[in-house]
Every structure is written in structure tokens, then in C-alpha cells.
């Protein structure tokens, strides 16, 4: 019984390791195709950073910096060294510690 259920774990994870594969390759080759609709690859959004220094007190002040630009991937997954635009539009701010 102990065997059957190790093999039955192995075999999940094994299909649930090519699944995450196959969607990466997929969403890395609809990019570099620019599929569907011969879509951007890229965008710009804008974000506003801001700074939040630790005080010798324990607080913490926030500092705001001015609104800037980030290129982002329309892609599922983060791809070619930057964020997917959906994360970069759901978070358009940028926490920065300073300690």
C-alpha cells in the first residue's frame, strides 16, 4: 500500500512539473511570436516608488519619489527579465527599504 501511494505521488508530481513546463514554453513562445493578434511585446506603465526608512525610533517614514516609467512583458509569466504588464497594473506602486 506504502508503494503505491509513493508511485501515485511521484507520478503527480512529475505531471504537475511538465504542466508548469509546458505552460512557461507556451507563454514564452506566444511572446516571442507576438501570438495572438501580432500583440506588442512589450509596455510601459507607470508606477510611483516610494521609500520607507526605518527611523533609529523603530517607525518607519514613508518618502515619495516621482511617478516613473517600467517596461513590462505582456506575457503570463515574468519573461526576458521583466514583469508581466497584469502585475505591473494591478501594482503600480514600488516599495524601496531603505535601512
Known amino acids: 500500500m506504502r508503494q503505491l501511494i509513493i508511485g501515485w505521488l511521484n507520478r503527480t508530481a512529475l505531471a504537475l512539473l511538465l504542466l508548469a513546463l509546458v505552460i512557461f514554453l507556451g507563454d514564452s513562445i506566444a511572446l516571442r511570436l507576438r501570438f495572438p493578434n501580432n500583440r506588442p511585446q512589450f509596455a510601459t506603465v507607470q508606477i510611483r516608488p ?41 501594482s503600480k506602486t514600488k516599495r524601496i527599504d531603505v535601512k
Open 50 to 90: 516610494y521609500y520607507a526608512v526605518k527611523m533609529k525610533d523603530g517607525k518607519t517614514e514613508f518618502m515619495f519619489d516621482q511617478p516613473q516609467d517600467e517596461t513590462c512583458v505582456n506575457a503570463l509569466l515574468p519573461q526576458l527579465g521583466f514583469r508581466p504588464c497584469w502585475w505591473v497594473q494591478k
